[in-house]
């Protein structure tokens, strides 16, 4: 016989939503996460010790000065910007060997916040021992971990704090780290003019050995050449720069000579041009003609040739101008000799220069070697004199040398503990709960395999859920004792959903996919529950490994089914009555090595025909599906078969492996029924089906 079950979709809840109900089914674990880490944080901040911090101020202000044997301007400086060797400065204040000075220096060796020996030990950690001594690098660790530098960008103002756990120590630790940069400051600044002026004495040692040496090389090589030294260069090259002097000046004078006579030879006849050029005082007489000229010529043109004063006139005019005819033939014969004179002086000094010329360029090529001395002994003196300037210059600073920093500000002990940020970490520490309680409740969900809803054995198997029995005290009995609670109502809709006393299903398996599911004591409640009212039941222990039949109703060692199907008892002798309702019970008998095989054999199914017409309806109490055979068998001899699931707990890979096996074996499942389910949990769950469990339906259930 098969049961026509109806397909039921469900609707997929909205993601939100779920998560939603994720989250109320897991609230405890939201809340306490919640409340744990934000306590957890508060007792670590009670449990931090209180620190102080104290800052100090620096200005890095450096000399601009190069000193010798220094590298040049364009080095590193240069190429490195500001921030970078600010940044270079702050790692030197709080460099390793200054953290160990500051220890040193404050003793902070007997400090417990820098060494674990000076601290108490509480019971029982005093048991375990001394402890080791930290070293002296730990403690210089401990003490640059505590010392922090700051740059405001684009400056050269560097903040030194310390936090210690007492103002005056934070102050002096800050205080002492300051003051032990600018001695280092002072101490580079120190050694570098001395390592300056060292620099400077060794090379002025060896500059003066080579002029020395220059010197004396120079006074041998002049020696040897011959070469006499005058005031300016050597003789030969004096002379030769007079007589260059001279034969200019003679060429000047030559020049004008025949400038001279070249004007008075190219005037040809015209004599008065001709006696300027050459004569200039003749102009006079010159002028004189012109006058007796214009006088003859006036009289001849009024008188005749033989008028006295004309003859007279032209006889003046006769002898000025054979006067100035004489004169310029003696200025002319002085022009020419005096061309020539210049002319012989020329080829003289020409002569003469050409002889200083060839005899001083042979000295010169023999005195090479001496002029390449005196240059290298000049340069030497040059520069023995800058060096002898440079370090008068250096002795003169020595007294003036200042770090290359100065503290702008000193560190006051400070009036209030460095904030812990109270409020903050609190506040970080609610949220963080509040998200690690989210995660947990996600996490708890996903790992969750079993089935805890309807739903869920709806939209995943495909079964009826017909029934969620709660959690309760004597189950077999609790129908009996409270009619009117839960537990009572849930057999009674099991009743309805299953349409038990119908007609319909005559035999009905009750199974489970592994043991402790809660079958046996459903197959009992819900057979007592149909015989109260007023059904003829009949309930078969057919679980003959594990029998619960004898210690429910104290049938131990009494004849069964498996003594019927063997044949060594009656079927009216195995049947017994329950004591408190009227339902008749087949126990599972006394088990034997063949006691397996009956429930394979033909004769189960024909008791089971024999019996379908006796009652209303047969219960029957099958093994687990999931791991016993004869499960299998009951459940398909059964005209249906209820699958138990125990709310919370039977995974849900074990319940499709046992759907699976009784489908194989061809029983029809007509539902399943969730056990042995918590109602508090459940309730809050915001599955449907846990709206039984809601308390305004409380008052509909009582006991």
């Given amino acids: ?145 505590r010392l922090s530098i700051s740059v405001a960008p684009g400056s050269r103002v560097i903040s030194v704090s310390f936090v210690a756990p007492s103002p005056r120590l934070a102050a002096d630790a800050a205080n002492l780290a300051m003051r032990l940069y600018l001695d280092h400051e002072r101490d580079v600044s120190f050694k570098s003019l001395t390592d300056a002026q060292d620099w400077l004495e060794a090379h002025s040692a060896i500059v003066q050995k080579q002029l020395d040496d220059t010197e004396i090389a120079l006074a041998k090589a002049r020696a040897q050449a011959g070469v006499v030294q005058g005031a300016q260069g050597t003789l030969t090259t004096e002379t030769a720069s007079r007589l260059a002097a001279s034969l200019v000046e003679a060429r000047a004078s030559l020049a004008m000579a025949r400038a001279r006579l070249d004007a008075a030879t190219q005037a040809g006849g015209d004599a008065a041009a001709a006696n300027a050029a050459i004569a200039p005082n003749l102009l006079p007489l010159r002028k004189q003609q012109a006058d007796l000229a214009a006088q003859e010529k006036s009289l001849a043109s009024e008188y005749g040739k033989d008028y006295p004063p004309l003859v007279t006139a032209r006889a003046q005019l006769a002898a000025v101008t054979s006067q100035i005819d004489a004169e310029a033939a003696r200025e002319m014969e002085a022009a020419r000799a005096e061309v020539a004179a210049d002319q012989a002086q020329v080829a003289t000094l020409q002569s003469a220069l050409d002889q200083a010329r060839a005899q001083s360029q042979t000295e010169d090529e023999e005195a090479a070697p001496v ?28 007294s003036l040398i200042r770090p290359d920093a100065r503290i702008l500000s000193a560190a006051a002990p400070p009036a209030h503990p460095v904030s812990r940020h109270v409020p903050l970490v609190l506040c970080a520490s609610l949220v963080l709960g509040l998200c690690l309680g989210v995660l947990l409740a996600g996490l708890r969900e996903a790992l ?145 090595r063949d006691t397996l095989n009956l429930l394979l054999s033909p004769a189960l199914p024909a008791l089971l025909a024999s019996l379908r017409g006796r009652y209303d309806l047969i219960l029957l109490d099958a093994p687990p599906a999931f791991a016993l055979a004869e499960g299998r068998v009951l459940a398909r001899l059964a005209d249906a078969a209820l699958l138990c699931i125990r709310w919370g707990h039977t995974p849900r890979h074990v319940v499709r492996g046992a759907m699976t096996l009784l489908h194989e074996a061809g029983a029809v499942i007509a539902g399943a029924v969730l056990t042995r389910v918590d109602p508090k949990v459940h309730g809050r769950s915001g599955h449907a089906d846990a709206e039984f469990y809601a308390p305004r339906y409380g008052r509909y259930f009582s006991k």
């Fill in 448 to 592: 969750d395999t079993s089935v805890r809803s309807g739903e869920a054995l709806r939209g995943e198997f495909g079964l009826i859920c017909h029934a969620l029995l709660p959690e309760t005290v004597n189950p077999a009995e609790a129908a009996l004792v409270a009619p009117f609670s839960l537990y009572a109502e849930q057999l009674r809709a099991l009743r309805t959903g299953l349409g038990l006393g119908e007609g319909g299903c005559k035999i009905l398996a009750v199974t489970a996919a592994r043991p402790e599911e809660g079958k046996t004591t459903l197959c009992i409640a819900l057979a007592r529950a149909l015989a109260v009212a007023g059904m003829n039941i009949l309930a078969i222990d057919g679980d003959i490994r594990q029998p619960s039949f004898n210690k429910i109703f104290n049938k131990a060692g009494a004849p069964g089914l498996a003594d019927h199907l063997s044949g060594q008892a009656l079927l009216e002798t195995c049947l017994t009555r329950d004591s408190l309702t009227t339902l008749e019970i087949l126990p599972a008998g006394t088990r034997n």
């Fill in 1 to 145: 016989m098969s049961l026509a079950l109806p397909s039921l979709e469900i609707a997929p809840p909205k993601p939100l939503v779920e998560q939603l109900l994720v989250l109320r089914r897991h609230w405890w674990l939201v809340l306490g996460c919640t409340i744990a880490v934000p306590l957890f944080a508060a007792m670590v901040l009670l449990a931090l010790p209180v620190n102080y911090r104290a800052t100090g101020v620096v200005l890095y202000d450096p000399a601009s000065t190069r000193l010798p044997g220094t590298a040049a301007p364009g080095g590193a400086e240069n190429i490195l910007d500001q921030d970078t060797v600010i940044a270079s400065q702050g790692a030197i204040i709080a460099s390793l060997p200054a953290a160990g000075e500051i220890v040193g220096q404050l003793n902070l060796l007997q400090a417990p916040a820098f060494n674990k020996l000076a601290r108490g030990r509480v019971f029982p950690f005093s048991l375990l021992g001394a402890r080791a001594k930290p070293s002296a690098t730990a403690l210089a660790e401990e003490v640059q971990r």
């Fill in 371 to 398: 002029r390449a001395l005196a240059e290298r002994a000049a340069a030497g003196r040059d520069m023995l004199r800058a060096i002898t300037l440079q370090a008068g210059q250096l002795a003169q600073d020595a």
